[in-house]
Structures are given as structure tokens and as C-alpha cells.
């Protein structure tokens, strides 16, 4: 007697995105932590010093987690209104921030109460930073004013009134400690150098600029408004080099990772997008409850926060990649190449002993392998067969219709069964590959229970469901085969028939034929 042969289920290609290096990595970032601010986030920014915290600028407080808290680890609410873009200075001891009534707060991250107050905006302040020489601060609000600040003395030193909008994003330079730049609702982004009294670059971005981001090396400036991302070439007097538009709505925020070779951006379309600055091609995307606000990637691009219109902050880790050399065990060597050694070949006249392989069967083609048939449907019919791996249920009910016991398993049913047959059946059958095995099984049932319609709502109701899904089918192979007909007399008319041109050129009193075919 011969040996059972398990049921064959054929494989079908899965669609879906490319499996790359950028994938996996950023797959790498573990379920989110969520915690909820009082207001929209409007702002993060991490310490560029470890252990690397982060502040947090929501409704009228500033909170600094630690990077793996859930709780905040200090608080600054001495604010009337609104605070706006509590920034960390390059040695993460200071914290500046602007607010709604137009006051700049700067504060020691270690104390509560602010170390200095400048005085003067008479509209609020959403853009405020610090200049690489850690002395100076930099300033934007709503009275289209760019404004620099002294630190030991509190004191202006230079203000510029160059735009025409609001003034909401910003960045400093960390190549030169003299230039800064401002992008503002006007559809400009400007760049000012301190030593000047004006000015010293505008570029037009032609839509209101939300955020702006600086490379490290002070060369390509990228800014971010409306659903575009463009990157310009300072050195080049601001030359754009590539307009991205890969966003559905707003962009609201960018940022770069450690070593800049991604570019992040969130949008109100519920995105992040990463981008490879070198292809500037989208490598990976998250996606998220809500519209996005604000977003940082940790100096060690081991944490993603992430802040939302609702005021819930997402915070995903990355485990640090570590060598455990002591789990990697090493694998002995069998028996035999002590023996023989480790590169023996077996000769012609060896006798060669292999190891029993032990077969497992699945739960159906034990059933199968006893001849019984109803018990192995019932088998593949379950719902987690049914709604991961359908192609398994297919493959069964086409080895029972090869064996010719395909009616028989489908005869006899109750109506709880009838009913979970059918849904599968009208679900799956207009799926091209599944749709030969499912036809057959489709004309069976309603032969079989063709008698008992109308004695059952339940059944009857999935009897009407499997009709308009064979109608729709229908319907749509009659408009593609319209559409194939039209196409095939498109191209007919494109295709011109071989010509057949005699020229007569006499040469030495010779005729000659010539005969030309174009075809087009």
C-alpha cells in the first residue's frame, strides 16, 4: 500500500511592501509608550547631552521626561498663556522658550524659576533658539519681527523686520555662530547673519513655511509648508535641488537623524515619512492616530517621539543591538568526523545509512488519510483557516472534488454551517485564483440546498450575498472586456499596413525596384 501524500497547497505571491535594510530598521522601534499632555504638543526637543531627555511644550508647561519616564521629571508652568518652543542649548543646561503674551523665558533645567525674562515682543513669540555660541538667542513671533537677544544682559542687540507674515520656525547654524534662519507664513525663508543689518538670503518656498531644518554642514537648508519638503542648496545663493510631495496634507515638522542620511517629517495627515538624503526616495513611513505636530529623533536614534493635535505624546524605543558572544554556543562535530574527519566524501561502495525523517500530518489530511471526508471541510473550515490561510481551505475542497467525495462533505449540514460556508464562499469567490474550485463549490451548494431556501432567514440572506458578488464580477469583466475592445480598436488604428512603394531610379540604364515597408 502506498504511502499517503499530504495535501499540496499551492503558492500564491503576497503583495505588499518591499522587505529593504530601511524596513527592518525602523521596524526595529517597539510598541509605543502614550502619554497624555493638556494641550496639543506643539513642540519637542531633545538634550544633546546624555542621559538625553527631552522637553515638552504643551498648552501653558514645559515638561522634561527622562527617555524612558512615563512620568515628567521636572515641570516649568510659570507661564500665563501658551508656552511656544522650549529649545535646548548645545550643552543642555539652559532651556529657552517663548510664550503668548511675548515674553522669552530662559531657564536652568536643574531650578523651576526663570533665569532671565526679555521684554519687548508685544505679540506672541513661537520661535525661539539658541546661536552655536551658546550667548545669544534668537527670536520670531506674530509681529513679523526676527530678533536677536544678549544673554548675560538681557538686552536686544539687533531686530529684523523683513517679513511680511507671521514668523513661526527657525534654525541656527551650527557651522557659523553669526547666521540664523526664519521661514515665516509670508511663503519666504530668510537667512541673517548678525554682522549684518539685513538679510543676506531669501528664498521663496511658495507656500506658508511650517518648519525649517539646517544640515549639519550648513550647506543644504530644507523647509518644510504646505504638502511640500524642498531642499535648496545655500552655498549656491539657494538654489532648489529637489520638491518633494509625498504628504496628503501639511507638512508641520522635520528632523534628522544622527549620522543625516534620513530625513523625518510629519504631517497632518497622520505621517511620517522618511526620506534617504541621497535619493530623497520615501525609504519608510509610520502611521498614526491623529494629525502630527511635532516630532524628534533622540541624538542616538534610539527613541521616536512623536506629538500629536490631541495632546498624546508616542514614544518608541530601539534596543541598543548588543553582541552576546556567551549565548553563541558552538555546534559540536557529529560523531563521524572524529572518525573520518570533517571532509570525508562517501565512496561508491559505502553504504550509506540516512536518518528517519518523521513526517507531521496537519489536522485535515489525518481525516483525509481515513477517508473522511466531511470532517476534513469541517476541519479547514474554521476561522482562523479561513480568514489567514484560505488557500488551504481551497486546496482541500479541491482534493475532495478530485476524490470525488466533494458533494457528499458538503450534503447534510446544519444551518450554523451552511452559513459559515457560504460566507466564505461569497467572500473568496471572486478572487481570481480561488475562483475555478469556488465556482464548482458554489453550483454544488445551491444544488444540494436548493430545497431548504426559504425556510432559513440566515441562509437566504448569504444565498442573496453570493449572488450580487457573482453580479458584481459579472459586470466588471463585461466593462473590461468593453474596455479591451476599445483598446484593441485603438491600436488598430495606430497600426498601418505594409506599403508597397515602386521607385524607379535609373543609374547607368539600369531600373531598379524598391520596396518599402513602414510599419508604425
Not at 336 to 364: A, H, I, N, W
Amino acid at each position: 500500500m502506498a504511502a499517503y501524500k499530504p495535501v499540496v497547497i499551492p503558492a500564491c505571491p503576497r503583495l505588499g511592501e518591499r522587505i529593504t535594510q530601511d524596513t527592518l530598521y525602523w521596524r526595529g522601534y517597539k510598541t509605543p509608550v502614550q502619554m497624555k499632555e493638556f494641550g496639543a504638543v506643539s513642540k519637542i526637543d531633545f538634550s544633546p547631552v546624555p542621559p538625553y531627555n527631552y522637553a515638552v511644550t504643551a498648552s501653558s508647561r514645559i515638561h522634561i521626561y527622562g527617555r524612558y519616564s512615563q512620568e515628567p521629571i521636572r515641570t516649568f508652568s510659570r507661564f500665563w498663556h501658551a508656552a511656544y518652543c522650549a529649545s535646548y542649548r548645545d550643552d543642555g543646561r539652559l532651556l529657552v522658550a517663548g510664550s503668548e503674551e511675548g515674553t522669552i523665558s530662559l531657564f536652568d533645567v536643574s531650578g523651576k524659576a526663570a533665569l532671565r525674562q526679555f521684554k519687548g515682543p508685544t505679540k506672541p513669540v513661537h520661535l525661539v533658539g539658541f546661536l552655536s555660541d551658546k550667548y545669544r538667542i534668537f527670536s520670531g513671533g506674530d509681529d513679523y519681527s526676527s530678533t536677536l537677544w544678549d544673554i548675560p544682559s538681557a538686552t536686544e542687540i539687533i531686530s529684523y523686520r523683513e517679513h511680511a507674515d507671521y514668523v513661526r520656525c527657525g534654525c541656527a547654524s551650527k557651522v557659523n555662530a553669526d547666521v540664523f534662519i526664519t521661514g515665516s507664513y509670508d511663503h519666504t525663508v530668510k537667512l541673517f547673519d548678525a554682522r549684518t543689518k539685513s538679510s543676506v538670503m531669501t528664498i521663496e518656498h511658495g507656500h506658508p513655511v511650517e518648519s525649517v531644518l539646517l544640515f549639519p554642514s550648513g550647506g543644504l537648508l530644507v523647509s518644510a509648508g504646505g504638502r511640500y519638503v524642498k531642499v535648496w542648496d545655500v552655498l549656491k545663493g539657494g538654489q532648489l535641488l529637489v520638491s518633494l510631495k509625498n504628504h496628503h496634507k501639511t507638512v508641520t515638522c522635520l528632523c534628522l537623524n544622527s549620522s543625516g542620511q534620513r530625513l523625518l517629517s510629519g504631517s497632518l495627515d497622520r505621517h511620517v515619512k522618511i526620506y534617504s538624503t541621497t535619493s530623497y526616495r520615501v525609504v519608510h513611513s509610520f502611521n498614526y492616530a491623529t494629525s502630527i505636530l511635532s516630532l524628534a529623533l533622540s541624538p542616538e536614534d534610539e527613541t521616536l517621539v512623536v506629538g500629536m493635535t490631541n495632546g498624546v505624546l508616542n514614544v518608541k524605543h530601539r534596543k541598543p543591538e548588543e553582541k552576546n558572544e556567551d549565548s553563541q554556543k558552538k555546534r559540536q562535530p557529529a560523531y563521524r568526523t572524529y572518525v573520518k574527519g570533517r571532509t570525508y566524501m562517501p565512496k561508491q561502495e559505502d553504504f550509506c545509512v540516512s536518518k528517519p525523517v518523521k513526517r507531521v500530518l496537519r489536522k485535515y489530511d489525518k481525516l483525509l488519510r481515513g477517508f473522511q471526508s466531511s470532517k476534513a471541510l469541517d476541519a479547514v473550515l474554521e476561522p482562523p483557516i479561513m480568514l489567514h490561510t484560505p488557500e488551504v481551505t481551497v486546496a482541500v475542497m479541491q482534493e475532495l472534488h478530485r476524490r470525488g467525495t466533494l458533494r457528499s462533505a458538503l450534503a447534510g449540514r446544519d444551518e450554523k454551517q451552511v452559513n459559515l460556508l457560504l460566507t466564505f464562499v461569497a467572500r473568496r469567490v471572486i478572487e481570481p485564483r480561488f475562483t475555478p474550485v469556488l465556482v464548482t463549490v458554489a453550483d454544488m451548494i445551491t444544488d444540494i440546498y436548493q430545497p431548504v431556501v426559504g425556510q432559513s432567514a440566515v441562509v437566504d440572506k448569504q444565498f442573496l450575498k453570493l449572488q450580487q458578488a457573482i453580479g458584481k464580477e459579472i459586470d466588471c469583466q463585461e466593462e473590461l472586456l468593453e474596455v479591451l475592445g476599445m483598446m484593441d480598436t485603438l491600436f488598430a488604428t495606430f497600426t498601418k499596413k505594409g506599403d508597397t512603394c515602386l521607385e524607379e531610379n535609373k543609374s547607368n540604364g539600369v531600373t531598379e525596384i524598391i520596396e518599402t515597408n513602414r510599419n508604425f
